[in-house]
T-cell receptor, first 112, second 110 residues
């Protein structure tokens, strides 16, 4: 158990819908990262927060947004979902920026 | 942008065999991690190794940052070692995001 908690573990939803994925970092970790892994693909960086502030952005679609709250948990919002958004979404956390990161178990999103 | 390439892409071993996985990166890096993604999709930290050599049981890793590569050694492989192995790097000049390699898919046969 990495100490990073992601909910829900599985999510099935229809095209056009909106979902929210939640991440609770390890206790004391200030940095949160979101990654997307499509079927049989590598991990693509989406966005990173540090102590509530957005610090880095990857190829995140405009339909996707995220935030980190004062209690340091983070949410990834995916809207106007398409079939191609089906993927495993990972959250990771680290105490500071650029040090060892630990990953949650992921949320498996299926868009039908 | 930085390229992170892993080799071989696929590897099949008999139980008990040894193997070496390689990670090459095209830019200077501050940090490097190795992960094992098991068949259930979990990403498990193996090593945090920006430079030098570390060992943990049957696994060891070496990073030579000046030559831009890292190696993961698996000895006496077991079926539970099956899965995909990723290296991930943070480049020196840039933001603090881990960039993942292409992965090595390992299958260990009983």
């Amino acid at each position: 158990d990495s100490g990073v908690t992601q909910t829900p573990k599985h999510l099935i939803t229809a095209t056009g819908q909106r979902v929210t994925l939640r991440c609770s970092p390890r206790s004391g970790d200030l940095s949160v990262y979101w990654y997307q892994q499509s079927l049989d693909q590598g991990l693509q960086f989406l966005i990173q927060y540090y102590n509530g502030e957005e610090r880095a952005k990857g190829n995140i679609l405009e339909r996707f947004s995220a935030q980190q709250f004062p209690d340091l948990h983070s949410e990834l919002n995916l809207s106007s979902l398409e079939l191609g958004d089906s993927a495993l979404y990972f959250c990771a956390s680290s105490p500071l920026e650029g040090v060892e990161a630990f990953f949650g178990q992921g949320t498996r999103l299926t868009v039908v | 942008g930085i390229q992170v390439e892993q080799s071989p892409p696929d590897l099949i071993l008999q139980e008990g065999a040894n193997s070496t996985l390689r990670c090459n990166f095209s830019d200077s890096v501050n940090n490097l991690q190795w992960f094992h993604q098991n068949p259930w999709g979990q990403l498990i930290n193996l090593f945090y190794i920006p430079s030098g050599t570390k060992q943990n049981g049957r696994l060891s890793a070496t990073t030579v940052a000046t030559e831009r590569y890292s190696l993961l050694y698996i000895s006496s492989s077991q079926t539970t070692d099956s899965g995909v192995y990723f290296c991930a790097v943070i480049i020196t000049s840039g933001t603090y995001k881990y960039i993942f390699g292409t992965g090595t898919r390992l299958k260990v046969l009983a």
